[in-house]
Structures are given as C-alpha cells and as structure tokens.
C-alpha cells in the first residue's frame, strides 16, 4: 500500500519534487532541506513587502471600482488615473497629530492598534504562493514555512486579532468606542466558528491540516467542487470575519460614530485600517488554498504541459490572480449591498450557518468513509470516485437550497411580527424630547390642542403621550 500513494504521488501535475517527497506517515510535505535560515527572512521579507505592495493597490483599485460602479470618477488627480492617491493618504496619516484621551488607559490604548496591524500578517507565513523555485542557488518552496496543523496557525492569529479590537473599544475610556469592541469582538469570534467548520469537510477530504498537502491533493480536482458548502460558507465568514460591507456591524456609523477606533488618528487609526486590508488579503489566500488549488493553474491550462505551467515562478501569477478575483468580489459587494442589521447578522450566524455547517461535517465523514472503504484505503487519485464526489456535490447544492430557505422564512416572519406589533405607537408628542420631532410615517400627532411648556416640562418623565393598545393590555 506504501508504493501506490508515491507513485501517484508522483504523476501529480505541477507539484514535481514537492509531492513525491512523503513523510513517514505517507503524506506530502514540503521540502526545505536546501532552504537555509537566511534564506527564511528573505521569503518573509518578499512576503510582506507583497502584502503592502498589494495593499496599496486594491485600496486604490477599491475606490475606482466602486466610483465606476456609482458613476463617478473616483481619485484621478494624484498620478495618472490617481495610482498616487494612496500613497497620498498614507503620508498624510504619518503626519498627521496623534493623542491619546485623557481617560484611556495608555499602555492597552498603544497596545491595541499593534495588535490588530501585526496579527495580520502572522497567517500569510504558511501559504504556499508557488511550488518550488530556485533563489540564490537554493531550491525551496515559496512558502515561509508549513506544518501538520498549518490551518490552524492561521485561526489561531485571527482569534488574538480579536484582542486588539476589544482593548482597543475598552482602552479608550468612550462608551461608543467600547461599544463597537464589544460589537467586533462578539461578530469575529461567532463566524470564526462557522469558518472553521466549514474548513473541517477539507481537512477530512485532503486528510491533512498542512497548506501543501492541501494544495498538492488538488492537482487533478480542486476542493471546490466536492466541498461546496464549505466555500459558500467560507465566503460569507471572510466578509463577517474581515467587517466588510455588508457586515462592517462594528464600525456603523449611523450608530455608533466609527466602532472601536473611534478615538484613534493618524498611524494608530492606520494601523487598524492596514489590518483589515491584510486580513482581506489573508483569508482570499486561504480560501484559494483550501478550495481554488493553490498557486496551481486552471484546469484548462493544465492542457499545455505541466512544465509550461505550473513550473517555478508561474505558481505566483496564478496564485496572484485568483487572489484579485476575490479582491474584486469584496469590492464589488461593498459597492452593491446595503448594510445588515445586527442582531440579523448574528443570528444568521448561529441559527443557520452553524448548525447546518455541523450537517454538512457529519455528512462529509460519512460519505468520505464510504468513499475510503470502497477505494481500498487509498485517496491518491480521483478516478472511479465520482459518484462520490457527485454525492457531495448533491448534498452541498441541497444544504445550500435549505439555507437559502431559511432564510427567507426567517425574514418573512420577521416581516409578520413587526406588523402585528409596531415599534412606534400610533400618536406621538412632538415635543417629548424637547425639541419638535416630526411624526413618522402612520403616526398621528397627540393632544392638538395641547400646552407645549407642560410638554416640554413632562418631558423627562413621559417619552409619549399616549400608550399602545398593546400596552394597555400588558398594564391591564
């Protein structure tokens, strides 16, 4: 049984030495044995120069997009179509006056922002950007490093971000600003649930937590299609986890000034603002990893030679371009979508992503057992698997049409009950509050005749004139 899985591992389009290399236990594994230490910081330098160079530009490409989704022009002045405007606002934060609140604690409130800006960066070092290229004499996998439970690296710094928000919202010595920590906090830690078990039915499927292996088990079908729902609900935890549009909950303006950073300016506001572009980053690398095949070419390509395409550097171009296709899609939904409501948001989390998500697992391992015990033990290659895959297939489409149903039934008696029970009573007192508020749509105004300077003096104590039948009843 050991020869079957190298030889296969062998005929692996695109993965060369990488895959033949098997660990004792009779997995893949990358090889760094030519990889000196020295050789290490460069790829991590190349990694973070490519994650602020990339920063860069999708804020600049973000703004165009969505000025041309919107019919206007966007930045176009500084440089030649405006390539220069972020550049621009980065001098600009650097410059520009920082302080600190006089009720904020000052250690946590200098503290938070470090956080939240490095943690960021922590989840990019295992991500294989391309196969095996040749640098300084060495040959070495594009990839800063990997390890049996690579994945797990990457969860684990999104969940110490999470610190970096709530002490940030607490540190600031602001009820809006801790308000919107709370908010953050309770919203990234909820759908990093729902993201780390839709990344469950991929660990089960490839048979390993290591980013390589994952990759390198794709070579002949990407995760994509047998892990349906897993993407589907990965998609949706990204924009939850990242507070994008149309779940950016923690920073509504409309309600609470700007969330956790409220109190921030300049570099410190910055860094906060270059976490959250990394993070976008980082989990479009993932999600490419996991489902997209990694830094390998698409299938259609796979047509010319394996040497043509998936050789050395090329791995970075593919891997680059299915990272854009989903800086596009983040763009392209922020300029689309209206913002959720939050107690909406949160309970689609845990209502309906993560139970269902627990089905989809469970129905994962069974048929992946079936699957294993059909084929001999053996998941080397995919031929003869296909009703399989086309069970999971059936099986994620179906979880997909039920979420979809729930969720309009959940909206629809949302709907009903806020008609049976109306959230503003039928007659108001314009001048409650002490100041004249005009009547909402379907109210009428209380007392015509009534003495505003008893009303302004009642105030206070009556926020209403009148009371709802359906307090009445309550009352009665």
């Keep these: 049984m050991t020869s079957l899985p190298y030889l296969a591992a062998a005929a692996l389009p695109g993965v060369g030495r990488l895959a033949t290399e098997l660990a004792p236990g009779g997995t893949y594994r990358a090889d760094f044995s030519d990889t000196p230490w020295w050789l290490t910081l460069i790829k991590a330098l190349i990694a973070f120069v490519y994650l602020l160079l990339s920063v860069v530009v999708v804020i600049w490409f973000e703004r165009r997009v969505v000025g041309f989704l919107q019919q206007r022009p966007g930045p176009n002045r500084f440089g030649p179509g405006g390539v220069f405007q972020t550049l621009a606002d980065g001098f600009k934060l650097v410059w520009k006056e920082t302080f600190t609140p006089k009720k904020a604690d000052s250690f946590m409130y200098n503290l938070a922002p470090i956080i939240a800006g490095s943690t960021c960066f922590i989840g990019f070092s295992i991500i294989p950007m391309a196969g095996e290229v040749t640098m300084f004499g060495h040959r070495t996998p594009l990839q800063v490093t990997d390890a049996p439970v690579a994945v797990l690296i990457v969860m684990a710094a999104a969940s110490i971000a999470a610190y970096g928000f709530v002490l940030a919202g607490w540190s600031s010595g602001s009820p809006y600003p801790l308000l919107g920590g709370l908010r953050s906090t309770a919203q990234v830690i909820s759908y990093e649930i729902a993201m780390g078990l839709s990344l469950v039915a991929v660990f089960i499927y490839a048979g390993s937590m290591s980013t390589h292996e994952i990759v390198a088990k794709q070579a002949s079908l990407w995760f994509i299609v047998p892990a349906i729902f897993s993407f589907l609900v990965y998609v949706i935890c990204m924009f939850g986890e990242t507070n994008r549009l149309p779940f950016d909950l923690a920073e509504g303006e409309g309600e609470i000034v700007g969330g956790y950073h409220t109190e921030y300016s300049g570099m410190k506001f910055g860094m906060f603002f270059l976490g959250e572009y990394v993070n976008m980053f980082t989990v479009s690398a993932l999600c490419t990893t996991m489902f997209l095949g990694g830094w390998q070419a698409p299938p259609p390509l796979t047509m010319l030679g394996d040497g043509m395409v998936n050789h050395g550097w090329w791995g970075l171009l593919w891997f680059t371009i299915k990272l854009w296709l989903f800086m596009f899609f983040f763009v392209w939904v922020r300029g689309t979508l209206p913002r959720t409501r939050y107690d909406q948001f949160m309970a689609f989390g ?127």
């Design 350 to 476: 845990w209502k309906m992503l993560i139970p269902m998500t627990l089905v989809w697992v469970l129905a994962v391992a069974f048929v992946r057992a079936a699957m294993l015990g059909h084929l001999g033990g053996t998941s080397v290659s995919f031929g003869g698997r296909t009703f399989y895959v086309s069970l999971l297939v059936i099986v994620g489409l179906f979880l997909v049409g039920a979420l979809v149903a729930t969720w309009l039934v959940e909206s629809r008696n949302e709907t009903r009950q806020a008609a049976m029970h109306p959230e503003h009573p039928a007659e108001v007192n314009p001048f409650a509050g002490g100041h004249p508020v005009p009547p909402m749509p379907g109210q009428t105004l209380a007392e015509p005749g009534y003495d505003v300077r008893r009303s302004v003096a009642a105030a206070p104590a009556v926020a209403y004139a009148t009371t709802t039948d359906h307090e009445e009843d309550h009352r009665g």
